[in-house]
């Protein structure tokens, strides 16, 4: 197994620079086709930092922590009724190590988080 964890910026991840009309949009579609994170899908935005498991086999992620500002741990997926942000996704191990300054950590790091939601 694989693990890495990376931050998101705030300019990154923010919705309050979207406009009006594109709030709009999202409500209508979200009223339509249903989350699919739904236990998670209000916190998502405040999600400062990601930690990503990995196998040795897939190059998608298996399972993903959400931590906010504060270092909380506010997001888990795949979880119950919530299939994931990144696991839900295309992007592949060698697409993180890419797109995102990366560190790995260890097993027991992300356990240790899982077991805090």
Known sequence: ???IQFKI???QNNKEQTNLFFRGLEFIIEKIIPAANPDFEK????????????NDK??????E???DKNGKVIAKMPYKD??????????TYDDFLERFETSEIT???????????
């Open 107 to 117: 097993q027991e790091y992300f356990e240790s988080k899982w077991i805090e939601l």
């Open 65 to 67: 922590i959400g931590i």
């Open 9 to 11: 910026y705030s300019n």
């Open 1 to 3: 197994m694989k693990y």
């Open 58 to 63: 897939e190059p998608i992620p298996l399972r």
């Open 82 to 91: 919530n299939y994931g942000y990144w696991t839900d996704n295309s992007l």
């Open 43 to 54: 916190v998502i935005d405040h999600i400062r930092e990601w930690c990503l498991e990995f």
